[in-house]
Nanobody, 128 residues
């Protein structure tokens, strides 16, 4: 059974950092792209970013890319993808989900929320 399990969420103050992890089991995700999404309270789910297997194949939501606060990385040996979040803001509050999709055409699938596997999410609360 394939599972994606997110961890690392919690309550932090504005300006602090968190690193989320998403570890897969049940299949080797070496041939899969990995993605992060989030859903803020009262809002629709939105993409945070995704990472393929090739060098320089990391993509971020436009607003986050401009800010440069989030970094996605992956460790295939550990079947894990990470989301490093710095200088957190209250508007970053929400549930963060990871997902995986076969590498071929992954970017289009990421934008369409068309993933093969999803985690159940980890909650991030940024509040003073």
């Amino acid at each position: 059974q394939v599972q994606l399990v997110e961890s690392g969420g919690g309550l932090v103050q504005p300006g602090e950092s968190l690193r989320l992890s998403c570890t897969a089991s049940g299949v080797s995700f070496g041939d899969y792209a990995r993605a992060w999404y989030r859903r803020a309270p009262g809002k629709e789910r939105e993409g945070v970013g995704c990472v393929g297997n090739a060098p320089h194949s990391t993509y971020y939501a436009r607003s986050l890319e401009l800010e440069g606060r989030f970094t996605i990385s992956r460790d295939n040996a550990k079947n894990t993808v990470y989301l490093q979040m710095n200088s957190l803001k209250p508007e970053d509050t929400g549930v963060y989900y990871c997902g995986a999709v076969e590498h071929l055409g992954f970017l289009a699938n990421y934008y369409d929320f068309n993933l093969d596997y999803w985690g159940k999410g980890t909650r991030v609360n940024v509040s003073s």
